[in-house]
């Protein structure tokens, strides 16, 4: 348990669907990320957070759209995906964005997109 | 993040202790070395990290030489549920840190 909680765990969706992920952390964080890893790749930094703005987009496409509505939630809205977008997604925190900071990460949703 | 080098694999036996080496030789003088885990389909889990002092804790061991440009991960008596892939990391300081993962070190320990 490292105080970052995601959800769902599983998730399937077609490709015309809508959802969202979700990332919580009551840590006292001021920085969140988005991470995805596909298979047998390294972890992709997608998105960061720092008190609520947005300091890195990772030339995310845009069908991935971040939302951060205060220090403790982080969201990942998803839609018109495509196969490819299958992986691994992982949210971090950490108690800012720089230097002798250490992130605690959640353990993922895992997205299929059929 | 300055670049580092470490090797894909590693074995180690059950109850002996992992040394697992990371170079790193474009570091920065204000730049950290961290060490994060991650166990199969599981989240990154930090480890430790240091500057330029040996550094301990509850999981590990960070040795860093004089020059700054190599370290070691040492797990003193590592188990079963310590195999994972090992990642050092040095991110760039200031308003540029970003954390980016590389490919890690599969630590394979055996019974």
């Known amino acids: 348990e490292t105080g970052v909680t995601q959800t769902p765990r599983h998730l399937v969706m077609g490709m015309t669907n809508k959802k969202s992920l979700k990332c919580e952390q009551h840590?006292?964080?001021?920085?969140m990320y988005w991470y995805k890893q596909s298979a047998k790749k390294p972890l992709e930094l997608m998105f960061v957070?720092?008190?609520?703005?947005?300091?890195e987009n990772n030339s995310v496409p845009s069908r991935f759209s971040p939302e951060c509505p205060n220090s403790s939630h982080l969201f990942l809205h998803l839609h018109t995906l495509q196969p490819e977008d299958s992986a691994l997604y992982l949210c971090?925190?950490?108690?800012?964005?720089?230097?002798?900071?250490?992130?605690?990460f959640g353990q993922g949703t895992r997205l299929t997109v059929v | 993040d300055a670049k580092t080098t470490q090797p894909t694999s590693m074995d180690c036996a059950e109850g002996r202790a992992a040394n697992l080496p990371c170079n790193h030789s474009?570091?920065?003088?204000?730049?950290?070395v961290y060490w994060y885990r991650q166990i199969h389909s599981q989240g990154p889990q930090y480890i430790i990290h240091?500057?330029?002092n040996n550094e301990t804790n509850e999981m590990a061991s960070l040795i860093i030489t004089e020059d700054r440009k190599s370290s070691t991960l040492i797990l003193p008596h590592a188990t079963l549920r310590d195999t994972a892939v090992y990642y050092c990391?040095?991110?760039?300081?200031?308003?540029?840190?970003?954390?980016?993962f590389g490919k890690g070190t599969l630590l394979t320990v055996n019974p």
């Open positions: 240091g500057l330029k």
């Open positions: 971090a925190s950490s108690q800012d964005h720089g230097v002798g900071s250490e992130a605690f």
């Open positions: 957070y720092n008190f609520k703005e947005q300091t």
């Open positions: 840590l006292g964080h001021n920085a």
């Open positions: 474009t570091i920065s003088g204000n730049e950290y």
């Open positions: 990391i040095v991110p760039r300081g200031g308003s540029n840190y970003k954390l980016t």
